[in-house]
């Protein structure tokens, strides 16, 4: 079963129940509010890749009430839940999307990990093309490529350099700056390494 057929199935189901808390709704407040005070900007347009039920939307609508917030997401049982929070939900995979228009923030998080590397290259353009300004990546962090076994299977989750490649891929991206959530930190995480990018002609605005 690929990465897409995985995730829309029983197994991104069972996704949904483990990560629906008020725990983590409190851990990602905070991460986000860290992540987007370096902007020094209230954005109007958000774009997640991978939105599951939509707990980091409704993190960053707390900080942002008056932005307007889109989705993509592939699991069905998921869009249920993310239209009733997020303005605009695409239900189709994140390669499969087709930006029709631009977005100050596109971001990710915990997502880019179960892509098949072969699909990086796609995703990742969808990520660049629909962002006006800036791109958001919370992702597991390793300097090489390395495949993991997640809850007993296997090619369905990949640990790399998710940033040092778009940052390659794309000369006009910068990075602004990057941090790592522990797992054992007074708003738990996920260790994640986040990295936010700002396309090089913005940098002044």
Same mark, same amino acid.
């Given at each position: ?48 890749? $991978?939105?599951? +039920? ?5 993190? %960053?609508?707390?900080? @942002?009430?008056?932005?307007?917030? &889109? #989705? ?37 998080? $915990?997502?880019? +990990? ?5 699909? %990086?290259?796609?995703? @990742?353009?969808?990520?660049?093309? &629909? #962002? ?74």
């Amino acid at each position: 079963m690929d990465q897409r057929s995985f995730w829309a199935s029983e197994f991104g189901n069972e996704y949904i129940d483990r990560n629906n808390s008020e725990e983590l709704m409190a851990s990602n407040l905070a991460l986000f509010s860290r992540i987007m005070r370096l902007t020094n900007e209230t954005p109007s347009q958000f774009l997640e890749f $991978g939105a599951n +039920i939509g707990m980091n939307v409704k993190a %960053l609508k707390l900080l @942002y009430p008056g932005s307007v917030f &889109s #989705s993509v997401e592939i699991n069905a049982e998921a869009c249920k839940k993310l239209r009733e929070i997020s303005d605009v939900t695409f239900e189709c995979s994140i390669e499969e999307f087709v930006p029709q228009k631009t977005y100050e923030v596109v971001f990710s998080k $915990g997502v880019l +990990i179960h892509i098949a590397p072969e699909n %990086l290259p796609i995703v @990742y353009e969808n990520m660049y093309k &629909s #962002s006006s300004k800036w791109i958001l990546l919370v992702e597991y962090y390793n300097p090489t490529a390395v495949g993991i076994d997640y809850r007993g299977h296997k090619d369905k989750l990949f640990k790399r350099d998710f940033a040092g490649e778009m940052l390659d891929k794309y000369p006009d991206l910068e990075l602004v700056d990057y941090g790592f959530t522990y797992h054992r930190g007074s708003f738990p995480q996920d260790d994640n390494t986040w990295f936010l990018l700002k396309k090089r002609g913005q940098l002044n605005d």
